[in-house]
């Protein structure tokens, strides 16, 4: 048996990316998008190309512990928003998960309605209405429409 020191975390070589790093990738995404950013532009602010932001939102290339910290001031966020609602089975799987499995956990990963373009817009959307009562409004309203489901 390996001891935890000596085991490699896990990669995003072997079978695809890994899970956490899709959602880190997805906050990433989640962000700039919130913030009306495209990617070339969240790429210029952090002296990058926009085809290395593309491969960190979809979790292909890990974000290391220095990008991650001016993703954090470039999206005017703290560190741990990038690791915020993340599935607890995929939290879990740092300590629990034997390494090289975890590869297998990305293709299982759902990041449920969060990666979807039209909630990105939705979202885009509903804070363009300056009026705070009126987003409390349109809130109450999809809460309704929502229970009638």
Partial sequence: MVPPS???PPSA???????IDVHVGLRVRLRRILMGLSQEKLADAL??????????????????ASRLYSLSKVLDVPISFFYDDMPAAIAGQVRRQPPGLSESAAANYDAGPMSSRETMELIKAY????DTGKRRKVL??????????
């Fill in 127 to 130: 804070y363009r209405i300056g």
């Fill in 140 to 149: 109450d309203l999809i809460r309704s429409m929502s229970k009638e489901s």
């Fill in 6 to 8: 000596k085991r490699r």
């Fill in 47 to 64: 002296g990058l190309t926009f085809q290395q932001v593309q491969k960190y939102e979809r979790g292909v290339n890990r974000i290391g």
């Fill in 13 to 19: 070589t072997k079978g695809g990316p890994n899970a």
